[in-house]
């Protein structure tokens, strides 16, 4: 017979589980919302920047520029900006993206081009260096959605690396956010800049909304600015030096975009993740209190019989 107490501490074990998992994925919820007010707050000088671009782009065709962030050469060495998260408990989020990095690291092997790491999250660097794989630099992910700062820091140590000539170009393998349910591991070229990728597009911010008490997102595209400079505006620098001051927050600004797409992407599969722990715990709560009547039904059959046994007996 099954051991009543032994069923009851385990029916009480997995509803404190449950307790726990449901309390994740609302910290989880969350911390989504403030990502998408992190990516709304940005998008004001994330346009006028590209507004500005635009124009200086239209007025120079970046012809005979001699900038060293425009500047192709040889690739030799490729430096790789992971970006992975801190914690786990977050289904493959972590995974996809280590598993998408070595992929193009193997690729680059096959071709004679060298790699070096740059890596954010406490999960790849642990991957990264029990594989002893050569580093440049290491980041924690911020407790909270990264901001322009943390951007910052990172995007100079990249055009530091870049400048110096020890990487030839740099990807950003980050994971781009879809849906609650759905996030794509994703591979970019950060440097140096394609000419043809400075140009405006319609961009896409998320917005997390609830509809018949669960939660969805919606991805709606909003215009970006493309307006020209006025023919007649006269800069009181070279368009060459204003171009040049530009593009580093140009650079700066693409990474905090992937960097944010990353962050969602990781809370929206814990989410994800607590959402089915809990659903799971609920299930097996319910079988073990169903297995708990049978077995406490069985006893006290057990024990009338005994007891009508003991009564014919006399």
Known sequence: MPNLKAIRDRIKSVKNTRKITEA???VAAAKVRRAQEQVIGTRPFADRLAQVLYGLAQRLQFENLDLP???KREVKTVGLLVIAGNRGLCGSYNANVIKLAETRARELTEQGINCKYLIIGRK???Y????EVPTINTYDNPEKIPTANDASVVADEILASFLAGSVDRVELVFTKFISLISSKPAIQTLLPLDPQGLEVHDDEIFR???KDGHWEVSRETVPAPVKSLPRDMIFEQEPTQILEALLPLFLTNQLLRAWQ???ASELASRMTAMSNASDNASDLARKLT???NKA???AITQELLEVVGGAEAL
């Open 24 to 26: 994740m994925r609302l």
């Open 69 to 71: 962030l425009l500047q």
């Open 124 to 126: 790849a660097i642990q």
């Open 128 to 131: 990264f260096q029990r594989r």
């Open 208 to 210: 997390l909304t609830s």
């Open 261 to 263: 797409e990353s962050s």
């Open 290 to 292: 169903l297995s708990y």
């Open 296 to 298: 406490r039904q069985a």
